[in-house]
């Protein structure tokens, strides 16, 4: 079954440092994989897509297939970053949504 | 993008009680979906909601308890049926559109609790 692992619960960091929230999964195929956000008294939202390579909010997110994992990553942390990261994947486009457990990323000012 | 509304948007009920939760989409969509996420937990597919047929359940849920409804493509609801403290969670809808990558929205949710 597909399955989508984040193995630190809680990831604290201070302003300015680098920070890097893992993600791992397990599917034979192709997936499609997403970081979803949710900031404090906020709704869960999209944070970017593999596909599209962009950065949003200065994160990126690189797919390493060999690896199966879909890191998110920032070089320099905010405040304003801390809040409940969710990686995600589906199988297929019209399939349904698997997040993982979820990091919660606490930027220490 | 949609925009999701949920109603109630908390609720305390008692042991044994149901409560059915709204959702209402500001645009039609195909594709509406019901999450469970209890505690320090992350999200937990329900069941998929499909306007014209039955909803589909994932593994541990089954119609019984959680029936669902899905008149238009605006609008949905999901019941909590004879309800107990296990059942203590926030319910989420979203909605999304087939085809590749696309995005969900997520609804506010509804923290659910039973005592």
């Known amino acids: 079954a597909q399955r989508v692992t984040q193995p630190e619960k809680l990831l604290s960091v201070f302003k300015g440092a680098p920070v890097e929230l893992k993600c791992n999964y397990s599917?034979?195929?192709?997936?499609?994989l997403f970081w979803y956000v949710q900031y404090s008294r906020q709704r869960l939202q999209l944070l970017l897509r593999h596909i599209s390579r962009e950065s949003i909010k200065g994160f990126t997110a690189d797919l390493n297939k060999g690896e199966t994992s879909f890191h998110l990553k920032k070089p320099f942390a905010q405040e304003e970053d801390s809040a409940m990261y969710y990686c995600a994947l589906k199988k297929t486009s019209y399939d349904k949504v698997i997040f993982g457990p979820g990091t919660s990323l606490s930027v220490i000012p | 993008s949609a925009v999701i509304s949920q109603k109630p948007s908390r609720d305390i009920c008692q042991r044994g009680t149901s409560l059915t939760i709204q959702c209402q989409v500001d645009s039609q969509v195909t594709m509406m979906f019901w999450y469970r996420q209890q505690p320090g937990q992350s999200l937990t597919l329900i069941a998929t909601?499909?306007?014209?047929?039955?909803?589909?359940?994932e593994s541990g849920f089954v119609i019984d308890k959680f029936p669902i409804s899905r008149p238009n493509l605006t609008f949905s609801t999901l019941t909590v049926s004879n309800m107990s403290p296990e059942d203590s969670s926030i319910y989420l809808c979203?909605?999304?559109?087939?085809?590749?990558?696309?995005?969900?929205?997520f609804g506010p949710g509804t923290r659910l609790t039973v005592l």
């Open positions: 599917y034979s195929g192709s997936p499609e």
């Open positions: 979203s909605v999304g559109e087939g085809g590749s990558y696309n995005e969900q929205f």
């Open positions: 909601a499909n306007q014209g047929s039955e909803a589909t359940y």
